[in-house]
């Protein structure tokens, strides 16, 4: 027999990794990163370009390795591929307690 979990939401949590939301905040935006290049039918090379990137890191962030690239970086990158990007920061709905971070494509 199989012993499944139930995930939390986040599987960089689940697998007890430093950072986990800042890791899942990370991915989905190298996600749409990566969908916008293979949308408008970009090589590595003319992203590299683009975003003012090694291809090297742009092949490392597309593969999910992406700790040497900081969210900042990655907002940069979106802009330069043609996305406007807005920040919302509002109150926590739980009194006493730590926000949360999410990311939310339109």
Known sequence: MIDIEKSSGNVYSDLGLADPEEMLVKARLAAKIGEII????????????????????????????????SEAKMLECLNLLGRDIQIVIKKTNHTHSAGHTSVVFA
């Open 38 to 69: 293979k949308h408008r039918h970009l090589t590595q090379q003319q992203a590299s370009e683009i975003l003012a990137m090694p291809q090297s890191k742009i092949s490392n962030m597309l593969r999910g390795n992406f700790r040497g690239i």
